[in-house]
């Protein structure tokens, strides 16, 4: 008898992530932060989320808290410092003359368990410049890696994802 409740929860909640998404990325996009623009992007997150909730609701998103809400700021800044360093990394390859590269496929694993907390994985590797995602099967994922320093699963595993997978387990699981 519990499950229509669930369900309902389920949907309120798909429904206040994604207007609370929506009117975050609508203020960031925005020209400027009078309150008619930001009424207006209310008005439509409000419109948006209530017609696109439905195709959100299997996702599984986590319920909200604070302690998720906080591991979510500090993920971002660990991300924004990986991205940071990668790009340093990659621009002294492209200007080192002899251009120290040894490209390559390597597989490592994850421990999360959530589709969701998959693909966030997937794409914090490939907004890192030098990997790239090729592919998530199950608990593995191929990444193309532009200077391969390890080719064994746990120490490819550590260098490449060891810093988001920590942050996004406290998120989702």
């Known amino acids: 008898m519990d499950m229509p409740q669930t369900r309902t929860n389920g949907r309120i909640r798909c429904f206040v ?19 008619q623009e930001f009424v207006t992007g209310v008005f ?19 319920p909200l808290s604070l302690k998720r809400l906080f591991a979510f700021v500090v993920y971002l800044c660990v991300l924004l410092i990986e991205i940071v360093k990668a790009n340093i990394d990659v621009a002294y390859r492209v200007l080192h003359p002899k251009m120290p590269i040894k490209p390559g496929i390597v597989t490592i694993r994850t421990n999360l368990k959530q589709d969701l907390a998959k693909l966030m994985l997937a794409n914090s ?11 998530i099967i199950e608990d593995k994922l191929l990444i193309h890696w532009i200077n391969v320093k390890a080719e064994d699963l746990d ?16 998120i989702f699981e």
């Not at 207007?19 to 009078?34: G, I, R």
């Not at 696109?52 to 609701?57: P, V």
């Not at 590797?125 to 592919?135: E, H, N, S």
């Open 155 to 170: 120490t490819a595993t550590r260098i490449i994802s060891g810093k988001f997978e920590k942050h996004l387990k406290a």
């Open 44 to 62: 439509l997150s409000l419109v948006f989320a209530f017609f696109l909730s439905a195709s959100y609701s299997h996702l599984g998103l986590p």
């Open 17 to 35: 992530y994604l207007f609370l998404f929506l009117v975050v990325v609508w203020s960031c996009l925005a020209s400027t932060l009078e309150w």
């Open 125 to 135: 590797i490939t907004l890192t410049p030098g990997t790239f995602t090729v592919d």
